[in-house]
Nanobody
Framework: GQFVESGGGMVQPGRSLRLSCAASGFTFSSYAMGWFRQAPGKEREFVAAISYSGGNLNYADSLKGRFTISRDNAKNTVYLQMNNLKFEDTAVYYC??????????WGQGTQVTVSS
């Protein structure tokens, strides 16, 4: 599979961003999808996941209530709505197939920087 993430940028604390991930190379509608992130100097961590149908969602405990994952199987795209962004959300965000364990190589990611 291949992934192209977009939608990142530099925002002030408290603002929102919506990330998109266009997937190809596999049957998107048959796979769960997940978002992960890697902050400077830290290991990549799980953010959120959505089942193939969209009926089952999973979030990192620390992000529940601020982040929302969704998908559009007609567009082979998964989204991450991020609200009330905090400094500690600064990271490169990646998507991948799989509910919590990534199945394919990583894309280039999209940089999110929260700064005042």
């Amino acid at each position: 599979g291949q992934f192209v993430e977009s939608g990142g940028g530099m925002v002030q604390p408290g603002r929102s961003l919506r990330l998109s991930c266009a997937a190809s190379g596999f049957t998107f509608s048959s796979y769960a999808m997940g978002w992960f992130r890697q902050a400077p100097g830290k290991e990549r961590e799980f953010v959120a996941a959505i089942s193939y149908s969209g009926g089952n969602l999973n979030y990192a405990d620390s992000l529940k209530g601020r982040f929302t994952i969704s998908r559009d199987n007609a567009k082979n795209t998964v989204y991450l709505q991020m609200n009330n962004l905090k400094f500690e959300d600064t990271a490169v965000y990646y998507c991948n197939a799989g509910f919590t364990t990534p199945l394919y190589s990583w894309g280039q990611g999209t940089q999110v920087t929260v700064s005042s």
